[in-house]
């Protein structure tokens, strides 16, 4: 098969998965903008080589150092909870593949992003730069930190299950801004959780679904990758 068709295929199973649980994320279908970029980042080049074959399946694959890609469901939905606006800046917690990233670089005018192991960070950055996306900023260092410095953000997603909501990033989060996160136990519960900071600063926190995500890890340090 194609990728082309391989491509559809994708877009297909997401639009039946949002089918299937629009009563638990509250909508029925996603922005067409985030499907525009789904269609339109090459997922297979965020996958490990031997694992290309499935990079369009619906579910998570492995990328090296106990890390996985998200399957493309679960990135499309965290993408549409954002409800990105053109000219926005993101903050995302946890680089991985960079597939993501990707995602979040269709849609606005710079994404910054954090991972601690280094060398899933430089990895992602030599794909960015061989896809030519030149509005995204890399970092390795402790994601429960955020990234103060380009502070605040429109919208802060997190790829790994925290074990809580960290206060540096609602801190980090622009009034009327969106979080996503998963938080529960490593392994265990999860649940994905979108916060709100409301154009008063107050914080509002709504559970969207269980979901399984790879742990957080939570050390100190940073340097710019």
């Avoid at 391989?6 to 997401?14: C, F, G, K, L, S």
């Avoid at 609602?170 to 996160?181: C, D, S, Y």
Wanted: with cysteine; hydrophobic share 35%.
């Amino acid at each position: 098969m194609s990728l082309e068709k391989e491509r559809q295929r994708m877009i297909r199973d997401i639009e039946r998965e949002v089918e299937y649980t629009r009563h638990m994320i509250g909508r029925d279908r996603f922005q067409p903008r985030v499907m525009d970029a789904m269609r339109e980042v090459p997922r297979e080049e965020f996958v490990p080589p031997e694992l290309r074959h499935a990079a369009f399946d619906n579910g998570p694959l492995p990328i090296g150092h106990g890390q996985t890609i998200s399957q493309p469901y679960i990135v499309a939905l965290m993408t549409d909870l954002l409800e990105l606006q053109p000219g926005c800046k993101v903050l995302e917690i946890g680089t991985g593949s960079g597939y993501q990233t990707a995602i979040l670089a269709q849609l606005c005018d710079r994404v910054y992003t954090v991972e601690v192991v280094p060398a899933l960070s430089e990895e992602a950055n030599k794909i960015f730069q061989r896809l030519g996306y030149d509005n995204i900023e890399a970092r390795v260092g402790d994601g429960y930190q955020g990234w103060p410095e380009h502070a605040p953000y429109d919208g802060i997603i997190v790829t790994a299950a925290a074990s809580y909501i960290p206060p540096a990033l609602v801190e980090q989060l622009k009034a009327g801004g969106r979080l996503v996160i998963p938080v529960g136990q490593p392994y265990g519960h999860q649940e994905l959780l979108l916060v709100e900071k409301d154009r008063q600063g107050e914080v509002h926190t709504r559970n969207i679904l269980g979901v399984a995500f790879v742990p957080m890890i939570e050390k100190g340090g940073g340097e710019d990758a």
